[in-house]
């Protein structure tokens, strides 16, 4: 469908003339829809694009397991939580930025809104750069430390090394992906995150086969068509923007606010590194359960990247309307709008459980089927398949829980909720894990998951409704 005709039909099909601020999103304060109406057409795009940055990996997984092997699918799948972690602060500054953009857009003010996106690009290509850079060095060490089973290292170091050098360019685009959603554009992503995939999908094909006379790169494939992918996407994403004078193009204004802003990059910090640490966690949290995988040989390796396949289908539409519900409550913010507050956390947390119980569904119907796509191996099959029967249904207090803080993150409020998801990781994932990995085996590592997501859940919906909704919340910029 065409983007236009999107959006007219998200404000509602009016007739006035749209501005600058309006044609390139959704204004919730202009809506006569129900609020749950409103979120899930923006929700469409968002988790469609949510879906498409984990479908590359997806895709590349089914390749490189069907065309390279197991061992291949273990190499590639040894490296994601590593990346992940190295990832985390950059998930956690595009939050930062986005609630301050959401804020600045709420409050219709264009010019600080570019302010604060050119300090947060500025901020992930600094970023960006910094991983790369000390990514590189230490990579060999950090995997063997992690203990990647011996005959999938040399592997595991190449496609790693691949990545990582391309960090500033999956930085940047990242980040400005998030930024364009914090003014309520999910259809711009949508866009170039399926030229980024098709493109990356094609081209790891490419690689394997060594099409078109080029070389054949074996594991590190599926990195190079990242790269290829990602390049492909940002660059048509920046043309885009300019040719429909989007508020957030590359134009002179935003060039020169390509810099490091005291007060802003604090701004964005002080709400980003609590959210970022959390992520980082997490992070450290998923080394150690890989870690505890891994004593099990590289066949376990190979079902854990599969299960967290067909997991991420689940979360990646759970963190999306988190992401949406944070969206729309900056604006609200923004625009001193609290008495909108209200429905957007009803809408958040009843799409929640009406989309990611439909695909736990799904998928508990047709695990089978769905594990087969990665591995071909009858043991390793069997073994993946236990462990989603454990895990997949506890994604669902994983989003309720993530909405909460999404809506309380919008108003900067990040430490308790940061705390919060510290305390149920390390306090209950890890340990449960790995007692229950030394009374029960592989399955035990899995339980430590819902254990988790019930315990954040209970702390992260105290705090809501006994601190956080008392309060009256001032914006940001």
Same mark, same amino acid.
């Given at each position: 469908?065409?983007?236009?005709?999107?959006?007219?039909?998200?404000?509602?099909?009016?007739?006035?003339?749209?501005?600058?601020?309006?044609?390139?999103?959704?204004?919730?304060?202009?809506?006569?829809?129900?609020?749950?109406?409103?979120?899930?057409?923006?929700?469409?795009?968002?988790?469609?694009?949510?879906?498409?940055?984990?479908?590359?990996?997806?895709?590349?997984?089914?390749?490189?397991?069907?065309?390279?092997?197991?061992?291949?699918?273990?190499?590639?799948?040894?490296?994601?939580?590593?990346?992940?972690?190295?990832?985390?602060?950059?998930?956690?500054?595009?939050?930062?930025?986005?609630?301050?953009?959401?804020?600045?857009?709420?409050?219709?003010?264009?010019?600080?809104?570019?302010?604060?996106?050119?300090?947060?690009?500025?901020?992930?290509?600094?970023?960006?750069?910094?991983?790369?850079?000390?990514?590189?060095?230490?990579?060999?060490?950090?995997?063997?430390?992690?203990?990647?089973?011996?005959?999938?290292?040399?592997?595991?170091?190449?496609?790693?090394?691949?990545?990582?050098?391309?960090?500033?360019?999956?930085?940047?685009?990242?980040?400005?992906?998030?930024?364009?959603?914090?003014?309520?554009?999910?259809?711009?992503?949508?866009?170039?995150?399926?030229?980024?995939?098709?493109?990356?999908?094609?081209?790891?094909?490419?690689?394997?086969?060594?099409?078109?006379?080029?070389?054949?790169?074996?594991?590190?494939?599926?990195?190079?068509?990242?790269?290829?992918?990602?390049?492909?996407?940002?660059?048509?994403?920046?043309?885009?923007?300019?040719?429909?004078?989007?508020?957030?193009?590359?134009?002179?204004?935003?060039?020169?606010?390509?810099?490091?802003?005291?007060?802003?990059?604090?701004?964005?910090?002080?709400?980003?590194?609590?959210?970022?640490?959390?992520?980082?966690?997490?992070?450290?949290?998923?080394?150690?359960?890989?870690?505890?995988?891994?004593?099990?040989?590289?066949?376990?390796?190979?079902?854990?990247?599969?299960?967290?396949?067909?997991?991420?289908?689940?979360?990646?539409?759970?963190?999306?309307?988190?992401?949406?519900?944070?969206?729309?409550?900056?604006?609200?913010?923004?625009?001193?709008?609290?008495?909108?507050?209200?429905?957007? =956390?009803?809408? &958040?947390?009843?799409?929640?459980? *009406?989309? @990611?119980? %439909? !695909?736990?569904?799904?998928? /508990?119907? +047709?695990? $089978?089927?769905?594990?087969?796509?990665?591995?071909?191996?009858?043991?390793?099959?069997?073994?993946?398949?236990?462990?989603?029967?454990?895990?997949?249904?506890?994604?669902?207090?994983?989003?309720?829980?993530?909405?909460?803080?999404?809506?309380?993150?919008?108003?900067?409020?990040?430490?308790?909720?940061?705390?919060?998801?510290?305390?149920?990781?390390?306090?209950?994932?890890?340990?449960?894990?790995?007692?229950?990995?030394?009374?029960?085996?592989?399955?035990? =590592?899995?339980? &430590?998951?819902?254990?988790?997501? *019930?315990? @954040?859940? %209970? !702390?992260?919906?105290?705090? /809501?409704? +006994?601190? $956080?909704?008392?309060?009256?919340?001032?914006?940001?910029?």
């Amino acid at each position: 469908m065409d983007p236009e005709v999107v959006e007219e039909l998200a404000s509602g099909g009016k007739e006035e003339p749209a501005t600058p601020e309006r044609r390139h999103g959704i204004d919730i304060f202009h809506e006569t829809r129900p609020m749950w109406t409103t979120m899930a057409i923006f929700l469409i795009p968002l988790m469609a694009s949510n879906i498409l940055q984990s479908a590359q990996q997806l895709f590349n997984s089914i390749l490189v397991g069907q065309l390279l092997g197991v061992n291949a699918l273990a190499a590639i799948s040894a490296f994601f939580p590593i990346f992940f972690l190295l990832f985390s602060f950059l998930i956690g500054l595009s939050n930062g930025a986005t609630v301050l953009v959401g804020q600045a857009f709420g409050a219709r003010d264009m010019h600080k809104t570019k302010q604060v996106t050119g300090t947060a690009l500025f901020m992930s290509l600094a970023l960006g750069a910094a991983v790369a850079i000390v990514g590189l060095l230490l990579i060999d060490g950090i995997l063997r430390a992690v203990g990647t089973p011996p005959n999938i290292m040399a592997d595991t170091v190449q496609y790693a090394r691949v990545f990582l050098f391309a960090s500033p360019l999956f930085f940047l685009y990242i980040m400005y992906i998030t930024i364009v959603r914090g003014v309520g554009d999910a259809i711009t992503p949508f866009i170039f995150l399926t030229v980024t995939t098709i493109v990356g999908v094609f081209f790891t094909a490419v690689f394997i086969r060594g099409w078109f006379n080029l070389p054949t790169l074996a594991v590190t494939s599926a990195a190079y068509a990242a790269v290829v992918g990602n390049l492909a996407g940002f660059v048509g994403m920046l043309f885009y923007l300019r040719a429909r004078k989007s508020p957030l193009a590359l134009d002179y204004e935003l060039v020169t606010d390509l810099r490091f802003d005291r007060e802003l990059s604090w701004k964005i910090v002080k709400i980003g590194v609590p959210t970022g640490l959390q992520v980082v966690m997490v992070s450290l949290a998923e080394i150690a359960v890989l870690s505890f995988v891994n004593h099990f040989g590289s066949h376990a390796t190979a079902a854990y990247g599969a299960v967290n396949q067909v997991v991420s289908y689940v979360q990646f539409p759970a963190i999306s309307i988190s992401i949406a519900a944070s969206i729309f409550a900056a604006q609200c913010i923004g625009a001193r709008r609290e008495d909108k507050l209200r429905d957007v =956390i009803h809408s &958040g947390v009843g799409l929640m459980y *009406a989309i @990611v119980g %439909t !695909l736990v569904l799904i998928c /508990y119907l +047709f695990s $089978w089927n769905i594990m087969g796509w990665f591995i071909t191996d009858a043991s390793t099959l069997a073994t993946a398949h236990t462990l989603l029967m454990i895990t997949l249904w506890s994604y669902l207090l994983f989003g309720n829980s993530a909405v909460i803080s999404g809506i309380m993150r919008a108003s900067g409020t990040v430490l308790v909720p940061t705390l919060n998801g510290i305390i149920a990781i390390w306090g209950v994932e890890v340990p449960v894990a790995y007692v229950l990995m030394q009374k029960i085996g592989l399955p035990g =590592i899995w339980i &430590g998951y819902p254990a988790a997501f *019930a315990f @954040v859940l %209970t !702390l992260q919906f105290t705090y /809501y409704t +006994f601190v $956080w909704k008392r309060r009256t919340h001032e914006r940001l910029v």
